[in-house]
């Protein structure tokens, strides 16, 4: 894949687009986990709120962190480079 060269966005910030996408896809999640933990704690309480936002994040967590180690390994073990 071709390295892609800074460019001017409209908001001045001189960056790759795959950047940009990081970028907002950080600030997406974060404006997610902020809604998901206040409407949960506004319409329920807090320990619901909790649990909610830990009901979450261990499914995305196993998707995030232990599926990639886990496919690393395998292919470690069968000798294939990754």
């Not at 830990?54 to 496919?71: D, E, N, S």
Request: proline share 7%; hydrophobic share 40%; aromatic share 6%.
């Amino acid at each position: 894949m071709p390295a892609t060269l800074p460019d001017q966005s409209e908001n001045g910030r001189r960056e790759t687009s795959h950047e940009r996408l990081d970028r907002n896809l950080e600030e997406l999640t974060g404006e997610l986990r902020v809604i998901v933990t206040g409407v949960a704690s506004e319409l329920f309480g807090v320990l619901p709120g909790v649990l909610t936002v830990l009901g979450a994040a261990v499914p995305f967590a196993l998707l995030w962190f232990v599926l990639p180690l886990r496919r690393r390994h395998m292919l470690e073990s069968s000798g294939e480079p990754y």
